[in-house]
């Protein structure tokens, strides 16, 4: 039988169902095809994030027209969001493996090499140059301490936040919203707050976890 030529597959197709194959969709989520509005509150994000995500080059099965929505499959949004985490946690590695790469040369270690490759002398160094020169950063004003970017956080929130929650009044009063238009937008705007509470609590726990292995770390040097 002479073989039958094929239409080629659309760009992006293979990729996508490499992607898929690779972060498949977490056990007992069914794969389906959704609007933007469905599609932020399955990732919890508001909608100005999923229009930031499709700028950044996110799939979608059919592109919003007049007339007509976005349409996105989940497992392709899923793969793509999951793959793009990994390849920002690759990256921020690579370069942290760079530094103490050069760290470790300029003590006399060798590059490539695990700081733990040096003796408990040479990391105790390795910790007190890193820590003397963070001490100089933050005087210079290139650093600043976890406390002041907490308080500036919890200040930053809480101003936000009281905008925020008056959005709807002051939306009502000046142009005229009907109760309806109201009601939608209270729900943007603790939309807006719940998404702002989870990032700011995700950076958190990161700046806690970063802390916490450079004081093990110290500790241990110094035994």
Wanted: hydrophobic residues 40%.
């Amino acid at each position: 039988m002479d073989d039958v030529e094929r239409d080629p597959l659309p760009d992006g197709v293979e990729e996508q169902a490499a992607m898929v194959e690779r972060y498949p969709l977490p056990d007992g989520v069914e794969d389906v095809v959704v609007n933007k509005r469905h599609l932020a509150a399955a990732f919890q994000k508001s909608l100005p994030t999923i229009d930031q995500w499709i700028s950044e080059g996110m799939p979608f099965e059919s592109k919003g027209t007049n007339g007509q929505a976005y349409e996105f499959r989940f497992s392709v949004c899923y793969a793509w969001q999951k793959a793009r985490e990994a390849a920002e946690a690759a990256k921020e590695e690579k370069i942290q493996k760079s530094v103490r790469q050069m760290q470790m040369a300029l003590l006399g270690g060798e590059s490539g090499s695990s700081e733990m490759a040096l003796t408990p002398k040479q990391r105790k160094e390795l910790y007190e140059t890193e820590a003397a020169y963070n001490k100089l950063a933050q005087s210079r004003g290139e650093l600043i301490a976890r406390a002041d970017v907490v308080a500036l956080l919890e200040r930053t929130f809480s101003a936000v936040r009281n905008a925020v929650n008056g959005m709807p009044d002051r939306l009502s009063r000046d142009v005229g919203l009907d109760g309806r238009q109201s009601e939608a937008a209270v729900v943007v705007a603790d939309d807006l707050l719940a998404e702002l509470h989870r990032e700011l609590t995700e950076f958190m726990q990161t700046m806690s976890a970063e802390e916490n292995t450079g004081q093990a770390a110290m500790l241990e040097a110094a035994e």
